[in-house]
């Protein structure tokens, strides 16, 4: 267990460094980012689930993933996009557990029409994952304070509000913060047609 003075020194590094401790082995290093975005990912799980016992059961799945595949983690890359990503697969993943469990009564045709149609938004799905990607690339390009809040706006759905509750920042900073990095992003992304306002 890790002393006082390690927990503070933990809580100044960055996400980032955190991922290196852990891909180390260091568990008070996940701990520190567990004690972090915990809330944000249960918030994210929450919403997506509509109930909190599978939304925590996503918590605790994303951190024990996150333990398991540190070593995955590219050290130039962004932690908290890496970890919503996670998040989310585990919420789809439990979406679409709930809708091929058997009918209690019926048959094969039953079973079939109760599946949704996976061919119906193939195009619009490719066009958001590459949206997605452009946007992450252009994410990684910002300042790391603009680029934190973005994230947690974009990736988690926080007000801002919730952004300065979890940053422990002032409201103003945070909105400051999110106007800059706005601004940053729609030029950099205003050639590919992107609009970072539009959800």
Not at 13 to 28: P, Y
Not at 110 to 139: C, Y
Request: glycine share 4%; proline share 4%.
């Amino acid at each position: 267990m890790a002393q006082p003075h390690d927990v503070a020194r933990l809580a100044r590094l960055s996400d980032e460094a955190l991922m290196e401790l852990v891909a180390s082995g260091d568990s008070a290093a996940l701990a520190q980012l567990y004690d972090r975005h915990a809330r944000v990912v249960y918030g994210l799980a929450l919403r997506m689930l509509g109930a909190a016992e599978p939304a925590e059961e996503v918590v605790q799945e994303t951190f024990w993933r996150i333990w398991k595949r540190a070593a995955t983690f590219q050290a130039n890359s962004a932690f908290l996009p890496w970890m919503f990503g996670i998040a989310r697969n585990l919420c789809i993943d439990e979406l679409r557990r709930r809708q091929v469990r058997p009918i209690a009564t019926g048959n094969h045709e039953d079973l079939l029409a109760a599946l949704p149609d996976q061919q119906q938004n193939v195009e619009q799905s490719t066009i958001e994952i590459e949206r997605r990607r452009l946007i992450t690339n252009a994410l990684a390009d910002l300042p790391a304070d603009q680029r934190e809040v973005i994230e947690l706006a974009y990736f988690s759905g926080l007000s801002q509000r919730e952004i300065a509750d979890h940053l422990q920042s002032p409201l103003g900073t945070i909105k400051t913060r999110i106007r800059l990095g706005l601004q940053k992003l729609k030029q950099a992304l205003l050639h590919y047609g992107i609009d970072v306002h539009d959800h």
